[in-house]
T-cell receptor, first 110, second 115 residues
Framework: GQQLNQSPQSMFIQEGEDVSMNCTSSSIFNTWLWYKQDPGEGPVLLIALYKAGELTSNGRLTAQFGITRKDSFLNISASIPSDVGIYFCAGQPTGNQFYFGTGTSLTVIP | SAVISQKPSRDICQRGTSLTIQCQVD?????MFWYRQQPGQSLTLIATANQGSEATYESGFVIDKFPISRPNLTFSTLTVSNMSPEDSSIYLC????????????FGAGTRLSVL
C-alpha cells in the first residue's frame, strides 16, 4: 500500500526548542491525522485535520493541512522531555483506508 | 473516542505455535483494523476485520497465516498461525468509531516474540 514520506526521520533537540516535521504524499488526501507513540504503547491521536489550509492546535502542538492536500506539517513549541517519542502522520484519501508515514523519532535533551 | 482493550499485552511463543490476540471496544465501531509494526518501523495494515464476513487482507497477508474473526461490532480477534521468529512484532488493533469515519484509534498493542 501507499506510504507517506515523513521527515525528518529523527531529531535530537534541546529542551525548550521548537520542533517541525512534515509529511508528503503523491496523492490527495481528505484527512490528515497526527499520532504520537511512546515505547510499548499504541499510537495516540494528537490532531485531526479535515480541510486544505486548516490550522489546528492542541496545547503546544500545531498542525496544518497543506493547501495542495498532499502534505501536512506538525510543530511542537517549547519542547519538554515528555515530548520524546515517535510521531506518525496518517492520511485518508477516500473511503476507509488510512496510510501511515514512516515516523519521526524525537529525542529531547534536558 | 473509543476505549480499546487488547490482550495479551505481550507474549513469548515457541516456533510453530499459534497465538490469538483479542481486541474489545467499549462502543460500537464502524471499522476495525489489524496492523503490524516491526521494531523501529511504521505501521503496516494486515487486514480490515469485517463484521459477519471474511476479513479483507492487504497484499502480502493471507487468511491461512492471519485468520481474523469479527463476530460483532465491538470485538475482533487476530491469530498469528504457525509462528516463526520473523513474526516477532507489535500487533495493533485499531477502530473507527461509528459516525467518525475519518478518525482512527489504536489499542496499546501486543508485543510478540517468537523463539
Amino acid at each position: 500500500g501507499q506510504q507517506l514520506n515523513q521527515s525528518p526521520q529523527s531529531m535530537f533537540i534541546q529542551e525548550g526548542e521548537d520542533v517541525s516535521m512534515n509529511c508528503t504524499s503523491s496523492s490527495i488526501f481528505n484527512t490528515w491525522l497526527w499520532y504520537k507513540q511512546d515505547p510499548g504503547e499504541g499510537p495516540v491521536l494528537l490532531i485531526a485535520l479535515y480541510k486544505a489550509g486548516e490550522l489546528t492546535s492542541n496545547g503546544r502542538l500545531t498542525a496544518q493541512f497543506g493547501i495542495t492536500r498532499k502534505d501536512s506539517f506538525l510543530n511542537i513549541s517549547a519542547s519538554i522531555p515528555s515530548d520524546v517519542g515517535i510521531y506518525f502522520c496518517a492520511g485518508q484519501p477516500t473511503g476507509n483506508q488510512f496510510y501511515f508515514g514512516t515516523g519521526t523519532s524525537l529525542t529531547v535533551i534536558p | 473516542s473509543a476505549v480499546i482493550s487488547q490482550k495479551p499485552s505481550r507474549d513469548i511463543c515457541q516456533r510453530g505455535t499459534s497465538l490469538t490476540i483479542q481486541c474489545q471496544v467499549d462502543s460500537q465501531v464502524t471499522m476495525m483494523f489489524w496492523y503490524r509494526q516491526q521494531p523501529g518501523q511504521s505501521l503496516t495494515l494486515i487486514a480490515t476485520a469485517n463484521q459477519g464476513s471474511e476479513a479483507t487482507y492487504e497484499s502480502g497477508f493471507v487468511i491461512d497465516k492471519f485468520p481474523i474473526s469479527r463476530p460483532n461490532l465491538t470485538f475482533s480477534t487476530l491469530t498469528v498461525s504457525n509462528m516463526s521468529p520473523e513474526d516477532s512484532s507489535i500487533y495493533l488493533c485499531s477502530v473507527v468509531p461509528t459516525g467518525q469515519g475519518d478518525i482512527q484509534y489504536f489499542g496499546a498493542g501486543t508485543r510478540l516474540s517468537v523463539l
